[in-house]
């Protein structure tokens, strides 16, 4: 505080100052006094309790800290993510299609067996048919009409 | 059962006499409605859309999901940068020197900043396209993957995913609601939403827009409602179901809105206050008055005071005129709205991370839901046509149209891309949707015959529609989308058409440079307005012409039994 002269003191707390050198006995040059608060300015904020907001050195602008800059950024991580389980998600709704179609294209040959032996069956029953069981796709009520029935082929 | 008498033209008696067409415009225009005589009535709107007025509702559909996607890739975008803390567009990057900021953002702001340059990366004109911007590739894939995903077997998966992507958007909303009332400058936003300005109302522009907005919000002309109602069951109450669509679209704008403007009211009072806050510093600073000694509501008085005591020092100070109408006033509308005016309301609000994820996804979802919407317009017909043979399986089909909607939309990612994306938004949407929608009533309440689609709906729904629904099919509907139409036109050509682009080198920085558009480009925009459109009178050419031919072999065959 000794080598710290204070003049211009204002209603503000806003003061100028110089710092002398007691050894040399003069003021240091303002030039080295910027450059060392420069360098220390974190210091004097933390002693005082303040930030660069509330603690203001004219002609001194404060260095901003550099911004947090994670080697890898956030977003292609949380992206990765999704896309992974899009692309299984797709890869399992493909295979479980191709596994319906296939157990499809295996049952009209089933049916188509189960079809012969009624027929034989009629024959061995000497014309009396068989009653159709209509066996392709579950049971369907030929009383009504079906949908591709109403439907005008286009 | 009742039906709509058939027709066919097929099987007409070779020797009875032709009915024939009064002119050639009937013809035509039948081929919008495309109903005679094929059987069954809840698949008519379906084969009128496979003829003519289908491929056009098609080729709009299709263009609209290219640059639709886009939107989402870039609210995915935001989505994926809303995981962190801070977010990234809350404050600005440092320059090279670490002394302050990067000077485009000084200049701006930081939302601005992140989002013309950390995300579009824009250039300055459209004639500079740039390189395409990789991050945004990215998304722009990843959004059209969950597409994919979701309409991968038509409405199998479409109709498990929509509870969520229905529902969420509205959950959202309600917990924005909420927030957005208890937040303080909440009341005088909305205040000035529900406060009729007179003076407004008596400009007929704004109720051009009204109008156009609310045809656009339903998605009508689209063909999308009509691709999800043809899989209703025929005997559905499609009256009722009209209704309370059109119903729910209204009231979630109401409701969206009230979340909109209390969020806004919040930020223009956030503003309002830093504006005086800078005020104040600069005084406190000139005058040398200690910390906090000027508060908000004594800045008046005390302006007032120091302007009559020392006018010269307060006339050179850079104090701005704040006043909270003008930021109520800076409300914007569509990307801008959600990206730069929410994205900074979120920054003020405690736990903004989470608000942002909440924001993001709940756009990501009603985007996607649309991009249902578009994609089922598109590959239905497709399927039901049989453009592809039987064996192709439908995730095949549904996989090349979604790969080939995001190559072309790769022209999007470029820096240029976001003017062009404009232009998409503008032109080829809304007057080929008004003209669709136009040809579409004019054909079922004209040409189709009211008589006849009235007993169509009376089959369908059990009851006659009522003398209202005749009144507006025939008469309102037609009308007011005339006047809609001439309007848009008068409107496009009372000035050049011109664009408003991001260049900091621009002398008024930040506001934007309008720019007229070069002759190339309003070549396309002419293009892209009448491609769809080209499909009705081409495909009604190509049946004439069809038709012709049968005629003349008919009577060739005639010629031959005679002579023979």
Redesign the interface.
Known sequence: ISHVLLCNV?????FWFVVTDPSKNHTLPAVEVQTAIRMNKNRINGAFFLNDQ?LEFLKI????A??MDPSVP??II??GV??CI??V??TL??LS??RQ?RRKNKEPSEVDDAEDKCENMNTIENGIPCDPLDMKGGHMNDAFMTEDE???P? | MAHAPEQDPATSDLGEERPKWDNKAQYFLSCIGFAVGLGNIWRFPYLCQTYGGGLSSVTLSLLISLYYNAIVAWVLWYLLNSFQHPLPWSSCPPDLNRTGFVEECQGSSAVSYFWYRQTLNITADINDSGSIQWWLLLCLAASWAVVYMCVIRGIETTGKVIYFTALFPYLVLTIFVIRGLTLPGATKGLIYLFTPNMHILQNPQVWLDAATQIFFSLSLAFGGHIAFASYNSPRNDCQKDAVVIALVNSMTSLYASIAVFSVLGFKATNDYGHCLDRNILSLINEFDFPEQSISRDDYLAVLMHLNATWPKRVAQLPLKFCRLEDFLDKSASGPGLAFILFTEAVLHMPGAPAWAVLFFGMLFTLGLSTMFGSMEAVITPMLDVGVLPRWVPKEALTGLVCLACFLFATCFTLQSGNYWLEIFDNVAASLNLLILAFLEVVGVAYVYGMKRFCDDIAWMTGRRPSPYWRLTWRVVSPLLLLTIFVAYITLLSQKPLSYRAWNPKYELFPTRQEKLYPGWVLAACALLSLLPLLWVPGVALAQLLTRQRRTWRDRDARLDTDTS
Do not use: D, E
């Open positions: 204002t209603q503000r707390v806003s509330t602008p404060s260095t901003l550099p911004p956030i977003w949380i992206f999704i896309f899009v692309i998600a797709i709704l493909i299609g191709i179609r109403r439907l005008t286009l």
